[in-house]
């Protein structure tokens, strides 16, 4: 089990421990499954193009799932998140090839707030280009 990460023990400017995600079209159709969302720019690349997009892009609730990954493997405990929000600036793009793409995500502690509550800003990007804006989370620490 994971030691929960005392808020004494946490400076602004903390850094996480960074992640990168693989996204596949695989990992997509898993998504839209579980999701329920089919929407067709999500698998089909013939209709993506077709609406002005470069390719199949990932969903930007699974987007955003990926990159709070980063927060609640260092909490250790998911419920630690008490606030989270992003807005989407750019679209994972996923080729459709054994790669596929990457999100990598990395965090730091913004600032100290009341009751044990920090703010985590999180910097996410993919193919060089920020996924997220304004990615930030309120976490409740030991």
């Keep these: 089990m994971t030691e929960k990460i005392a808020y004494d ?16 079209r695989a990992t997509l159709v898993r998504y839209a499954g579980a999701s329920g969302d089919f929407n067709p720019i999500h698998w089909n690349e013939k209709f993506a193009v077709e609406v002005g997009l470069p390719d199949v892009i990932a969903h930007g609730m699974f987007t955003m799932a990926e990159a709070i990954r980063v927060v609640t493997d260092w909490t250790g405990d998911p419920a630690a998140v008490v ?13 459709n090839d054994d790669k596929g793409a990457t999100i ?22 993919s193919a060089g280009q920020k996924v997220l804006g304004m ?8």
């Excluded at 023990?9 to 596949?24: I, K």
């Excluded at 990598?104 to 990007?125: C, F, I, P, Q, Y």
């Design 83 to 95: 606030e989270y929000g992003v807005r989407f600036t750019k679209p994972v793009v996923v080729p």
């Design 9 to 24: 023990d946490v400076e602004v400017g903390t850094e996480l421990p960074a992640r990168t995600f693989p996204v596949t």
């Design 104 to 125: 990598e995500v990395s965090a730091k502690v913004a600032a100290k707030l009341d009751d044990n509550k920090v703010r985590v800003d999180l910097l996410a990007t």
């Design 135 to 142: 990615s930030r989370a309120v976490v409740r620490l030991a």
